[in-house]
């Protein structure tokens, strides 16, 4: 799974694939968190992280949402 940055020990990964699984998604791990977030909604499919960092993948995700949307 690509990393596709990282910041604040922010670590955000997306998987590749042509078939993958709806809805689109990037996996957020933050020190022993892991966590799935949909791209379109910003809402948790799984796991957690803690606030701040959700604040700032949030925030992340708005910025970079159409390259998201397009991988």
């Given at each position: 799974m690509p990393?596709?940055?990282?910041?604040?020990g922010i670590i955000v990964r997306m998987y590749y694939a042509p078939k993958e699984h709806n809805p689109p998604h990037i996996h957020v791990y933050y020190q022993?968190?892991?966590?799935?977030?949909?791209?379109?909604?910003?809402?948790?499919?799984?796991?957690?992280?803690?606030?701040?960092?959700?604040r700032l993948v949030s925030a992340w995700i708005e910025i970079h949402k159409d390259e998201l949307l397009a991988n």
């Open positions: 990393t596709l940055s990282m910041f604040f022993d968190h892991i966590t799935i977030i949909d791209i379109t909604t910003c809402n948790t499919l799984v796991g957690e992280i803690p606030p701040k960092q959700n």
